[in-house]
Each structure stands twice: as structure tokens, then as C-alpha cells.
């Protein structure tokens, strides 16, 4: 690996990269659990000394390459939830630096949702004010129900988690956790590390925060230093906007926030484009508004059909449809098959 590989194409750009900092703690953690690590990197075609190298980052892709295999070496179902802990917001380089200075932890969440690009191209934070709660709304693009897609959401939620216990004086009991993937044969390691507070086969995962936590104390309140680095956060930010695709920025803004589908209008205001731009710009890249929307729907729908108990009426109420007829003939025109059809595809249970 190169430890210049972050300053050189027009595909290195920040975001798309993890801090190298990030693997050796993982190594060094499952190295402490009986891991081989060796076989690892040799596979990867890395080796400790350029890890270590400060400022050094590797693609996202082969970051997550390793975390797949170290999964499949571990019988520790703890093991995500475990190694969450070792890491703090220090390790956020910038961004965990803004998060420190933070005057509550109502901003530092905000900021968090905002800036959480610069660490993932791979999920989506949104922050939503609802039933006198702030709720911290995860998107993963891919397969919910998949075993990568539940190791990010697990190492995520653990990582967030801890960072919030840092500002409170209680153990964030009242604080609740939603998945939206099924309930795991190894739920109850979730109520250890998390709370009891833990929902499974949700529309989305979020993470739900009371009131009477979010003016909670930042842990090292600055306001002139958060200034100065929150201007570095946005002047990192726009080079990985500008490369991130234009659909992938609009299905992730369609699919942040469950049973809540914008308008062309909205997203093209988000993206600070006019409707025309936008629609000209899609077309483009070989899509359209409505063809994103229907994208996001299709794998919404799938995922009530698969990983809930709702009823085809309930799953049409979610999805924006005021007769279940007019879904059923939406999904078979996005999938082919009836509802019922699909949901019988489906063979696990659901707990």
C-alpha cells in the first residue's frame, strides 16, 4: 500500500478511504483474540509498517474485504459489538475532533449525521426531530439482511453508543435501538452491549435519543476551535460530493428517512440544483427521479415482505399507498411478483 495513494487520481478522494489507524486497531484486537492477522494482510498485499505509517488510508472496499474474513474467523458473536469499543472519537480524525468540541450532544449529533460521509461512503446518516426525541436515522446501501450489512450496523451503533455514554451520567438506558433486519439468534449480546431497548425487523434502523439526554454537556466544548474545524469538515466534503454520482446522492437523500418520499423539488433543492438540472443530469447517467424513487420503494417494500410481520395493507400504508390494490400492482410492476408471491419466497422466520 501506498502511503501516498490519498493525494494521487481523480478516485482518491477522501471518504472513499479509510484511515489505515482504523485496521490496526482491528488487527491488534483480533490479533488479541486469536486471530491470525498474517495470512490477512499477506492476502491483501499489505504489512504492519505501512499500516502504521501516520496518515496513511486504504480503499473502503478492502477495509471491509478484511472485516468479512475476520467475521469468518470468529465464533465471538460479541465480537463487532466488542471491538465498537476500542474505537473513540479520536479516531474520527477531523470529524471526532468537532464532535469533542461540541457545546451538547444534541450538535454533536447533528454534526455527526452531517459530516459522516468523510468516514463511510457505504451508509448514510439523518437526524430527525420527532416525538420529543432526536432520531438518528442509519441508511447501509445493500442488503439489509446480509452478514456485511449487519456487521457495519452492529460496529456503527456500538461506536455511536459509546461516544454518547461519554456525555451522560447514567447508562443511556432510555435510549432505544431499532434494526431493520430480523431479530438475530444472538440478540440477547445486543442487550448486553446496548440496552434492553432493542427493536428488530423495523422500516429503518435509527437510533432514538430523549430529550432529556440532548443538552447533555459536549465532553471538551470549544466554539472558536469547532469553527475552525468544521470549515475543514466542509472544505473536505465537497471534493466527495462532487465525485460521489449524482443518483447516488439522490437515492440516499429518497431512502434516508422511512415512509417520508421527497419530491423532485426537495431533492433537487438538497442537492442545490434547480428540478430542470436535475432531470437533465439523471437522464444523463441513464435514469430518472422516478426510477430512483421506484428503486428505494422496491427495496423497501421487499424488506417489510421479508423481515416483518405487517400485513400487505400495513406494508401499502408505509409505502405511501392509500389502497393496497394500487400497491399490488405497483410491486409486480417494480418486481414481477405479487406480494404475497415475494413474501413466500422469503423462508426464514420471523422471531
Known amino acids: ?3 501516498s495513494m490519498a493525494d494521487t487520481g481523480e478516485d482518491q478522494v477522501y471518504g472513499h478511504y479509510v484511515p489505515c489507524c482504523h485496521l490496526a486497531i482491528l488487527l491488534a484486537f483480533a490479533g488479541q483474540s486469536g486471530i491470525a ?20 488510508r486504504m480503499p473502503a472496499h478492502q477495509y471491509a474485504e478484511i472485516m468479512r474474513d475476520i467475521d469468518a474467523m470468529t465464533d465471538e458473536e460479541g ?26 450532544l444534541h450538535q454533536a449529533m447533528y454534526l455527526l449525521a452531517k459530516y459522516y460521509p468523510l468516514l463511510s461512503c457505504g451508509s448514510d446518516l439523518r437526524c430527525v426531530e420527532q416525538d420529543n426525541a432526536l432520531s438518528l436515522y442509519i441508511y447501509r446501501q445493500g442488503e439489509v439482511e446480509s ?8 460496529l456503527l451503533v456500538s461506536v455511536i453508543f459509546k461516544g454518547i455514554l461519554e456525555s451522560l451520567a447514567d447508562g443511556g438506558d432510555n435510549i432505544r435501538f431499532e ?30 435519543i ?10 471538551r466544548p470549544n466554539t472558536v476551535m469547532r469553527q475552525i474545524l468544521v470549515k475543514q469538515c466542509d472544505q473536505l466534503l465537497e471534493p466527495l460530493q462532487q465525485y460521489q454520482s449524482l443518483s447516488t446522492q439522490v437515492r440516499t437523500i429518497i431512502a434516508a428517512i422511512p415512509d417520508h418520499y421527497p419530491t423532485a423539488e426537495q431533492v433537487a433543492d438538497k442537492t442545490g440544483l434547480s428540478s430542470r438540472t436535475l432531470s437533465r443530469r439523471l437522464k444523463k447517467q441513464g435514469t430518472s427521479f422516478q426510477h430512483l424513487i421506484n428503486e428505494v420503494k422496491t427495496q423497501r417494500a421487499s424488506n417489510y415482505l421479508q423481515s ?18 394500487n400497491f399490488r400492482r405497483a410491486f409486480v410492476s417494480w ?7 415475494f413474501r413466500r419466497t422469503c423462508r426464514c422466520p420471523i422471531l
Request: glycine content about 6%.
Open 1 to 3: 500500500m501506498d502511503h
Open 37 to 56: 492477522v498474517q495470512p490477512l494482510l499477506k492476502r491483501q498485499a499489505l504489512n504492519l509498517e505501512t499500516i502504521n505509517t501516520p496518515g496513511a
Open 79 to 104: 465480537f463487532w459489538f466488542r471491538f465498537g469499543q476500542q474505537l473513540d472519537f479520536p479516531a474520527f480524525e477531523v470529524l471526532g475532533q468537532v464532535m469533542l468540541c461540541c457545546d451538547s
Open 147 to 154: 452478514r456485511g450489512s449487519i456487521i457495519r450496523s452492529e
Open 179 to 208: 434494526f431493520d433486519y430480523r431479530k438475530p439468534s444472538h440478540s440477547a449480546i445486543y442487550h448486553h452491549y446496548l440496552n434492553r431497548n432493542c427493536l428488530f425487523s423495523a422500516p429503518q434502523s435509527r437510533i432514538v
Open 210 to 219: 430523549p430529550a432529556e439526554y440532548l443538552q447533555a454537556p459536549g465532553l
Open 308 to 325: 416483518t410481520k405487517m400485513s400487505i395493507e400495513e406494508v401499502a400504508t408505509h409505502m405511501g399507498f392509500s389502497d393496497s390494490a
Open 335 to 341: 418486481t414481477g411478483m405479487l406480494p404475497s408471491q
